[in-house]
């Protein structure tokens, strides 16, 4: 692989017709003139605006470079640079990878990476997976569910890692239909979440609570706010008012739609208890979770998933301003105000003082803005203790390069 | 016998035969646009189009029958005009299909309008050239060519006439330009040993679908040989000793296993035997190909589940058989004149009591070996049920036709293997 192979790849991702999720977030490149090829080994963007985000950028999950030759396969071409090779698969059953030799890193101690032999992957289903944990069968499972969590925390041998996200269950409005278009509905929702007690209710507890603002504590730009108080009263304060200036009568009737697939029936569930006395009448319409993918940025309440991204400023730019409505703003939610810091931010290479504006941000987030985020996941990595240099990652990436067995 | 025999088989294709029309029609209508289980709920109608006919969906049925029964090669090699050759992909298992051009095994790709020829070395590495090929005119004066593309199809390019086409990658659907105007996907079909391409997943269907068989096959001998005799012994005893102790006892404890569903004893076993006591795998985690002959061990908990699910029904059905030999006239009067009771029971009432649990097992033979869905989900035992069950909820009909198959020919084997078991314990049934 060379810098050709990057060009190609970048190619690929500002290409429109391509349709990947890389063209929203490099919205500081306005197409291949911008990048540059230096040499065999070096690229050269040139950014139309400042942008702090570009490594992450490139570490994001479907930033894989490719090479130019690759047919959309990696099991027919398995061409790449990491660190293992892929010497078998077999279709829902198993993937085998084994060291490279020639990988060409080197670890601190000064030996060539990685370290382990050949790794395993087979597939089961998560129950399946947790049995064979708790007996001994396989080393580590892939991103443990909350109940797995539970199931293995204290079982002798495993080493449980537990790393804070910002992953989140975002109950989200649409603020261009009504009643959600008046901020005085949704300030009132914001105020019936009793965020512990949903964390407690949906997550076993193992999550940091968060502020109706879509930047978590991970973030190294997070400004620290109070969490706000469970307050129903003053919900139904509101709702009055405005159910009094429509004409209308409380219990106000809505509908939370979301999936079955990582507790969200839960907090759902704990949300519709919580409003009712502050006059929300709330219906839940729970599918699994393809049926809320296929209208996730239709519905006027839902609870949508958010994975983790390492930087405030990154899912601010996918989901809440203009550009992104008819693509990832799933509330429809403009604040020219909000927009313009959001700008400023993500120019701003001091952590200081982007966290200053951040503090602006969330402020008008919590004021105005379209979701209530009562807390931000924990996520795990459990593995057999005697495997060493094991890092949890907030998107349950597998870091195998420098991973070694203490007992080999 | 041999007639016997030969009538068998010539049933047995017919059968086949039938099973998979009456599957494909099935499929056909009932399985609705597989696309819309491919593409998703978001895929627009004209990328819908384009993925069906790259699929070669767009043919009518009987020749998709035909050619997933008897290949499209010899229908796709008069349009290319070259011999087709297949080359297996070691690593995927797929056979990857390639024009024979005078010695240079060929195939052609279209960008940005032009043709390039990409000759295969025989290291396995592929060279691209400029084509040098002959478009043909048709009735119109339209200029197309016939080739193979890299994905195993015959397709046929337009010149000056791309058509807008929707690649399906990992990351979701690509436009590309320059696309073929027909696509006629390369089989050589189930009689020549080719059961297609597998919708689901995108790999070939046979290299899913042996190892599956051959791990179900396992589990199910091994389960057979456990069950089987203990069964048949503990239905003997009972039957030989009806109302008393002994018979209630094994009854009582026979029905409660049977009662258990398989989902609760599977997991008290791995509870109990797996996690708790350590003393076995708990469940199937296969970390090789032949996982189930290098490490046993796997198969002991499925195996006592199956066990405990089939213990108490066949033995009730041997005991019940039992029973009412043992109630029949001659085993009376086999007692009556003062033959030894073990004489009695395996010399006169044996053969006969078991006729009905040998039709009765050999019917739990396909069961054990397709129907295992529960088992195999418990234990994560990578085997046929499961492959079947999901391929049938898709509406992969490639996957469901070849397991079918193999179902059908497993069905009419068990079924001779139990006749031929009646005319040994009854010789008085004779097949001719």
Not at chain 1, 138 to 149: A, F, I, L
Not at chain 2, 301 to 321: C, D, H, N
Not at chain 2, 390 to 413: H, P, S, Y
């Amino acid at each position: 692989m060379t810098a050709d192979d990057v060009i190609f790849t970048f190619g690929q991702w500002l290409d429109p017709d391509v349709g990947s999720s890389m063209l929203g977030l490099m919205s500081y490149l306005s197409g291949m003139q911008d990048v540059e090829k230096v040499d065999d080994y070096h690229i050269r963007l040139n950014l139309q605006t400042p942008s702090i985000s570009v490594p992450e950028d490139l570490f994001h999950y479907p930033a894989v470079i490719l090479n130019r030759n690759f047919q959309g396969d990696i099991v027919r071409d398995p061409v790449g640079t990491g660190a293992f090779l892929l010497t078998e698969y077999a279709e829902g059953e198993r993937a085998v990878l084994t060291r490279r030799p020639d990988y060409w890193r080197n670890g601190a101690d000064g030996q060539s990476l990685p370290y382990l032999d050949q790794i395993i992957y087979v597939s089961t289903d998560k129950d399946t997976a947790v049995a064979a944990m708790q007996s001994g069968q396989v080393d580590s499972m892939y991103d443990p569910r909350p109940s797995d969590w539970q199931a293995l925390k204290d079982v002798p041998g495993l080493a449980t890692r537990a790393v804070s996200t910002a992953q989140s269950l975002v109950l989200r409005a649409r603020v261009d239909l009504e009643p959600w278009d008046d901020n005085r509905v949704r300030t009132a929702l914001k105020m019936i979440q009793d965020r512990s007690k949903i964390l407690q209710l949906a997550y076993f507890g193992e999550g940091d609570l968060s502020i109706d603002a879509h930047v978590a504590p991970v973030h190294p730009e997070y400004c620290e706010k109070p969490i706000p108080e469970y307050d129903p009263d003053g919900a139904r304060a509101l709702l009055e008012e405005y159910a009094a200036e429509k004409g209308l009568e409380l219990p106000l009737q809505v509908t939370l739609a979301t999936k079955n697939d990582q507790n969200e029936p839960e907090m759902a569930q704990a949300l519709k208890e919580l409003a009712a006395p502050a006059g929300f009448d709330i219906t839940l319409d729970i599918t699994e979770p393809d049926g809320y993918w296929s209208r996730w940025t239709e519905v006027p309440l839902g609870i949508t998933t958010w994975t983790h991204r390492p930087l405030g400023t990154m899912v601010l730019s996918l989901a809440y301003t203009q550009e992104s409505i008819g693509a990832w703003n799933e509330t429809r939610w403009v604040d020219e105000e909000f927009e313009t810091l959001l700008q400023q931010a993500t120019g701003t290479l001091d952590v200081e003082a982007r966290r200053e504006i951040f503090c602006q941000i969330e402020d008008i987030m919590q004021e105005r803005g379209p979701i209530g985020n009562p807390f931000w996941k924990k996520v795990w990595n459990i593995t057999q203790d005697r495997f060493q240099g094991i890092i949890a990652h907030p998107t349950a990436y597998d870091f195998y390069y420098e991973v070694w067995d203490k007992e080999a | 016998m041999a007639r016997f025999l030969i009538r068998s088989i010539v049933s047995t294709i017919v059968t086949m035969f039938l099973v998979s029309i009456i599957l494909w029609l099935l499929l056909d209508v009932a399985a609705g646009d597989v696309s819309v289980k491919i593409l998703g709920v978001f895929a627009t109608p004209e990328q819908r189009a384009s993925y069906r006919s790259q699929l070669g969906l767009d043919a009518p049925s009987w020749q998709r029958y035909t050619d997933w029964l008897a290949g499209s090669d010899w229908r796709a090699e008069s349009q290319v005009g070259y011999p087709l050759v297949t080359v297996n992909n070691q690593l995927t298992g797929e056979q990857v299909w390639w024009a024979d051009v005078n010695g240079t095994l060929t195939r052609w790709r279209m960008e940005d309008g032009v043709l390039t020829e990409l000759h295969r070395q025989p290291d396995g590495g592929v060279v691209a050239v400029a084509a040098d090929v002959q478009w043909s005119r048709d009735e119109n004066d339209v200029e197309y060519f016939w080739g193979v593309d890299e994905n195993n199809n015959a397709v046929k390019w337009v010149r000056g006439e791309g058509a807008a086409v929707w690649v399906l990658t990992s990351s979701g659907l690509r436009r590309e330009g320059d696309g073929p105007q027909q696509y006629v996907p390369l089989r050589r079909g189930l009689l020549r040993g080719d059961a297609g391409m597998s919708l689901q997943t995108g790999r070939p269907v046979s290299v899913t679908l042996w190892p599956r068989l051959r791990n179900s096959l396992v589990l199910a001998a091994v389960a057979f040989v456990v069950v089987m005799p203990l069964a048949l012994a503990f239905g003997i005893i009972a039957g030989a000793n009806e109302g008393k102790p002994l018979d209630r006892t094994i009854s009582i404890l026979g029905l409660t296993l049977t009662a258990t569903p398989e989902f609760v004893t599977g997991i008290f076993l791995i509870l109990i035997f797996g996690i708790w006591l350590q003393w076995v795998p708990a469940v199937a985690i296969f970390t090789s190909p032949n996982a189930i002959f290098e490490n046993p061990t796997l198969l002991i908990l499925p195996v006592l589940t199956l066990t405990a699910i089939e213990l108490g029904y066949i033995s009730r059905m041997t005991r019940a058989s039992m029973v009412e030999v043992m109630d029949s006239a001659y085993i009376r009067t086999a007692i009556i004149k003062g033959m030894p009771r073990r004489r009695v029971i395996f010399r006169h009432a044996l053969r006969n009591a078991l006729l009905a649990p040998i039709t009765v097992i050999m019917l739990h033979v396909n069961w054990l070996i397709g129907g295992l869905v529960v088992v195999e989900v418990i234990f994560g035992f990578p085997g046929l049920g499961k492959y079947i069950y999901d391929a049938a909820v898709f509406g992969d009909f490639n996957a469901v036709e070849a397991a079918a198959m193999i179902l059908v020919v497993i069905a009419v084997a068990t079924r001779l293997i139990g006749d031929f078991l009646y005319t040994f314990l009854n010789p008085r049934i004779r097949y001719a």
